[in-house]
């Protein structure tokens, strides 16, 4: 089932990487695992996928452990600052940093171990009060500062959209992180690259591709129900 539901995600996405005129291969697919056991994993490995998502640090550093060294780690979900110590090495890219307090104590870490971290700005672009994620307009601000931490690269942003019934529906959140990415890299900002969009889940991700993603993330889609 995993074999069959990973090749009809990636040839939508791929369809839509032709009709919105983009590069086929442009989009990396994420699976996202949470929840699900390692031999789910490892069968999606088997077909050829490297990248996968957690959004527990825990869950994510137990999977490392036992799986192959070659998988990219992404880490989706809200990071705690006490948490810090243990992700930083393991995840290849933390889609979640919304405050410089997080990024500052990310710095911390990865100079205590000398390494560097990549890191997206998570915004959260419909201002729902649930979410987590920076406001759109604090995100330069927030860029900024976390563009002084020696340690910490800035390699694009994240958004988590609605949920909605049509995936248009969530255009609009896309086309407007797109356009903040385009807006704060014609800043020039030093020690900040806006080359990744991390938008669109099972629900929209073929949306997200026409507006510009550079990774989906797909848990549903791949991995059934949770
Ligand atoms: C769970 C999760 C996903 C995947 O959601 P699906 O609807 O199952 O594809 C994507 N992004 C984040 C941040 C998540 O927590």
Redesign the pocket.
């Known amino acids: 089932m995993i074999e069959e539901n990973l090749q009809y995600v990636q040839e939508t996405i791929r369809r839509a990487e032709e009709e919105a005129g983009r590069k086929p291969g442009e989009v990396t697919l994420?699976a996202?695992s949470?929840t699900k056991p390692v031999s789910m994993i490892e069968e999606a490995y088997a077909c050829g996928c490297r990248d996968f998502?957690e959004?527990k640090v825990q869950e994510l550093c137990e999977k490392y452990e036992v799986l192959p060294k070659d998988i990219r780690w992404h880490l989706?979900?809200h990071l705690q600052r006490n948490k810090v110590k243990y992700v930083v090495g393991k995840a290849f890219l933390i889609?979640?940093v919304d405050s410089l307090r997080l990024a500052e104590e990310i710095q911390k870490e990865a100079k205590k171990r000398q390494t560097q971290v990549d890191v997206l700005i998570e915004v959260n672009m419909a201002a729902e009060e649930s979410k987590f994620g920076v406001l759109p307009e604090e995100t330069e601000n927030l860029v900024r500062e976390v563009s002084k931490l020696p340690d910490v690269h800035i390699k694009g942003l994240?958004t988590?959209a609605p949920v909605v019934e049509k995936p248009e529906d969530n255009a609009i959140h896309f086309h407007n992180l797109k356009q903040l990415s385009v807006d704060i890299k014609e800043k020039n900002i030093d020690n900040v690259s806006m080359s990744v969009l991390s938008m669109g889940?099972?629900?929209d991700?073929e949306q997200a591709v026409k507006d510009g993603a550079s990774y989906v993330?797909?848990?549903?889609?791949?991995?059934g129900e949770?």
């Open positions: 994420i996202v949470k998502g959004n989706i979900g889609h979640s994240m988590i889940m099972t629900g991700y993330r797909v848990g549903t889609g791949i991995f949770r």
